[in-house]
C-alpha cells in the first residue's frame, strides 16, 4: 500500500494514469486543421448573412479544468484512498494462518475464505511459505508449512465445524518456528483458552487479527408450555433486528418444507428474542427442526427429538356388559398418567382405533382377540407400533377362547411377550406370599434402568409366565424374588410390551406411584419435553441417525460409532461441548430419540477483544 502521511492508497498503480491528463489536455485544445479553398460562386447567396450563437474556435479553460479535474478525481477514486492507513512492512518468514472455523463462523463464511485467499496472494507474491490450521479441525502430523499454491487447491475443502474450538493449548504450538508470522481469522467470541494460545503466538512473531463485525446469533433448544413451543435467541447487543423463525418438518407427502412461521423480534441493545409456535398435534409431530430465516450456521438451528412429539395412544375400552368391569375402569391411572402428555384416542372398536393410526394401543386386561384383530394388530405392530399391555383377572382366568394351550400354560401369542401359566398369583392363593412382594432393582439391559424403586411398592397378584429360555432375555423388570414383573419382545419394527399386573390398584400399588409415570416415560408412550438426567442415561447406547455441519445442514451418520449414555448426559447437562466424538445432531437410544444441537441456554456469547 502507497502512503502519502495521513493518506494511503490500495491500489496506487493506478495513480500513473494521472501522468496521462496532460496529454488529454493537449488532445482537447488541438485545433482541426486548416480548411482547403475552392471557388464555388453560390457562396454569394451566403455573403451577409450573420451567425445568432457563434461559437468558439477552442474548448473555453474552464471547462477544460473542469473535465480535467473529474476525471484526476474518478482516477484518484479507483486507486483505493484509505485515511490514516495501518502501515505494515512486507511480511517475511513463515506465514500461519490460524482459523477458528466454528458454528459462529458460518455466518460469514465466504468473507473468511476471500480474506485467506488474499493472504495467499501476498504470500505466494513473497515467496513465503503457508500453513492453514482449523482450531476446531487440528491437524494430525502437526504443523506443514507448504507453497502458497498447495493451499489454494485447498479452499473449496475448507469449512466450519458445528462446536467450538477446544480451551486447550494446541499441541502443535511449540512446533511452531521463531519469526513465523500469525493471520487469525475469528469468530469474534471470547473462550477460555484464547488468551494463552494469543501469548504462545506472539512469543513466536507478529499476530494480525481478523475479524469481522458481522453479529452472532445463537438459537437455544426448544421449551413447552402445554400446547406452546417456545424458542429463544440470544446475541450480543445491537440495534433493533426484525428476523423470522421457521419451523420446518414433512408433509403428508415426505417433502420437508417450512410448516409454520413466528416472528423473531430484537430490540435495540436486546440481548434475547422469543419466538412461540402454537400447533395442533398433527403439525408439531412433523417439525424436524427450527431455523431463523436467512442466517447461516449450526447454531442458527434448533433440532427436535421425541421431547416436542405429543405421541397418539390408543386405548381399548373394556368390552362387555360387566357393569362391575366398567366401574373398576382398569385404564383411568393410564389415563391420568398420559393426558398431559400424550394425545389419547378411546374406542371400543379396535378397527377405529387403527384408523386413527395410533403410536401405541394400551389393552388393560384385554384377552379376548378375534382372529380378524390379532392379524391387524400383528401388521399395526410390524410396521413399528407399540402395544402395551396390562394383566388382570379376565387375562388370567382365560379360557379356550383366550389362548389357553390346555390347563397349564398360554400358547405362545404374537400379543404377548412371554407364554402365560392359566391362573395367577396372588397374596393368600395356592401359589402365594406370604406379604407383597417389592420390586427388584431394575437390570442393566431394561429400559427403565436408574430409575429409583420406591421401598412402598408392593405386588399383591400377578399373571405367571411360562419358564423358557428366552424368559429371562423377555424381563425388563422383576420382584425381589426373580418373578417376572414386565416383559417386552420386538415384532418386526414394533415391540409388545406387557405388565403382568392390572392398571389399577387391584393387584398392587404401582400405578399410583410416580414410578408408573417414569416407567411409562421410558417407554416412550408419554413426552413431557424433558431431558434425561444423568442417572437415567447410565449405562446406555446411543446411536447417532443424523449430524449437523458447521452450516446447519442434517447428514446420515450411518457410518458413525454410537456414543455411550454418559458422554450423552455432559453435553445435555451443559458441562460438555459437543465435539468430533459427539458432534450436534440426533442420537437413538432403545427407547427415544434425543436432540444435541450446537448451542444451548447458556452458550457463551461473549465478544472477543484483542490488544
Do not use: C
Not at 488474499?118 to 503457508?130: F, M
Not at 394351550?405 to 406370599?433: I, N
Request: proline fraction near 9%.
Amino acid at each position: 500500500m502507497l502512503s502519502l502521511d495521513a493518506l494511503g492508497f490500495s491500489a496506487p498503480v493506478l495513480l500513473y494514469a494521472l501522468l496521462a491528463l496532460p496529454i488529454l489536455w493537449w488532445l482537447l485544445r488541438a485545433v482541426p486543421p486548416a480548411p482547403v479553398r475552392r471557388r464555388f460562386a453560390g457562396i454569394a447567396l451566403l455573403l451577409g448573412l450573420r451567425e445568432d450563437d457563434p461559437e468558439s474556435q477552442r474548448t473555453p479553460w474552464w471547462l477544460l479544468v473542469l473535465r480535467i479535474g473529474a476525471l484526476a478525481a474518478l482516477i484518484v477514486a479507483l486507486a483505493g484512498p484509505v485515511l490514516n492507513p495501518v502501515r505494515q512492512a512486507p511480511g517475511q518468514g513463515p506465514l500461519l494462518v490460524v482459523m477458528d472455523a466454528s458454528w459462529a463462523s458460518a455466518r460469514d463464511w465466504p468473507r473468511r475464505i476471500d480474506r485467506l485467499g488474499r493472504a495467499l496472494d501476498e504470500a505466494q507474491r513473497a515467496g513465503r511459505p503457508v500453513a492453514v490450521i482449523s482450531l476446531t479441525d487440528p491437524p494430525v502430523g502437526g504443523v506443514e508449512f507448504r507453497a502458497a499454491e498447495h493451499w489454494r487447491e485447498r479452499l473449496a475443502g475448507l469449512a466450519p465445524r458445528p462446536w467450538a474450538a477446544p480451551a486447550a493449548l494446541p499441541d502443535w504450538v511449540p512446533e511452531l518456528p521463531e519469526g513465523a508470522e500469525t493471520l487469525w481469522i475469528s469468530d469474534g467470541l471470547a473462550r477460555d483458552g484464547r488468551g494463552a494460545l494469543l501469548n504462545a503466538l506472539a512469543e513466536r512473531g507478529p499476530v494480525q487479527v481478523f475479524e469481522p463485525a458481522t453479529p452472532v446469533i445463537a438459537l437455544a433448544p426448544a421449551t413447552f408450555n402445554g400446547d406452546t413451543v417456545t424458542l429463544t435467541a440470544r446475541r450480543n447487543p445491537g440495534p433493533e433486528q426484525a428476523l423470522t423463525l421457521l419451523a420446518i418438518g414433512r408433509d403428508p407427502a415426505g417433502v420437508e418444507r417450512d410448516l409454520a412461521r413466528a416472528p423473531l423480534l430484537f430490540a435495540a441493545g436486546a440481548l434475547r428474542a422469543e419466538a412461540s409456535f402454537s400447533l395442533p398435534p398433527e403439525l408439531r409431530n412433523r417439525i424436524t427442526r427450527f431455523q431463523i430465516q436467512g442466517l447461516r450456521g449450526a447454531g442458527t438451528v434448533s433440532l427436535s427429538d421425541d421431547s416436542l412429539r405429543r405421541r397418539k395412544v390408543g386405548l381399548l375400552s373394556v368390552r362387555g356388559n360387566s357393569e362391575a368391569l366398567a366401574l373398576l375402569s382398569p385404564l383411568h391411572y393410564i389415563r391420568e398418567a398420559l393426558a398431559p402428555s400424550a394425545d389419547l384416542v378411546e374406542s371400543a372398536s379396535l378397527d377405529d382405533l387403527l384408523l386413527a393410526g395410533p403410536d401405541v394401543i394400551v389393552l388393560a386386561d384385554q384377552p379376548g382377540m378375534t382372529e380378524a384383530e390379532t392379524a391387524a394388530l400383528t401388521d399395526w405392530l410390524e410396521d413399528g407400533g407399540l402395544l402395551l399391555r396390562f394383566a388382570g383377572p379376565r387375562l388370567a382366568g382365560a379360557g379356550a377362547g383366550g389362548v389357553v394351550s390346555g390347563s397349564a400354560s398360554m400358547a405362545e401369542d404374537p400379543l404377548l411377550p412371554v407364554a402365560l401359566r392359566a391362573g395367577g398369583r396372588t397374596v393368600g392363593g395356592a401359589m402365594s406370599w406370604g406379604d407383597p412382594r417389592s420390586l427388584a432393582p431394575f437390570p442393566d439391559t431394561s429400559p427403565f434402568v436408574g430409575l429409583p424403586v420406591p421401598a412402598d411398592v408392593g405386588i399383591r397378584a400377578q399373571v405367571l409366565a411360562q419358564p423358557g429360555p428366552e424368559l429371562a432375555s423377555r424381563t425388563i423388570a422383576a420382584l425381589a424374588d426373580g418373578t417376572p414383573l414386565v416383559t417386552r419382545v420386538a415384532r418386526g419394527a414394533g415391540q409388545v410390551v406387557l405388565f403382568h399386573v392390572t392398571a389399577n390398584a387391584e393387584w398392587s400399588n404401582l400405578p399410583l406411584s410416580g414410578l408408573f409415570v417414569s416407567m411409562l416415560d421410558r417407554l416412550a408412550i408419554s413426552t413431557r419435553g424433558s431431558v434425561p438426567d444423568a442417572g437415567e442415561l447410565a449405562g446406555t447406547v446411543w446411536q447417532p441417525e443424523e449430524v449437523l455441519d458447521g452450516f446447519g445442514m442434517l447428514h446420515r451418520a450411518d457410518d458413525r460409532a454410537a456414543v455411550a449414555g454418559e458422554d450423552l448426559a455432559g453435553i445435555l447437562a451443559g458441562d460438555a461441548q459437543p465435539g468430533p466424538a459427539l458432534p450436534p445432531g440426533l442420537y437413538a437410544g432403545a427407547a427415544m430419540r434425543l436432540a444435541v444441537n450446537a448451542t444451548g441456554a447458556t452458550t457463551p456469547l461473549t465478544a472477543a477483544t484483542w490488544p
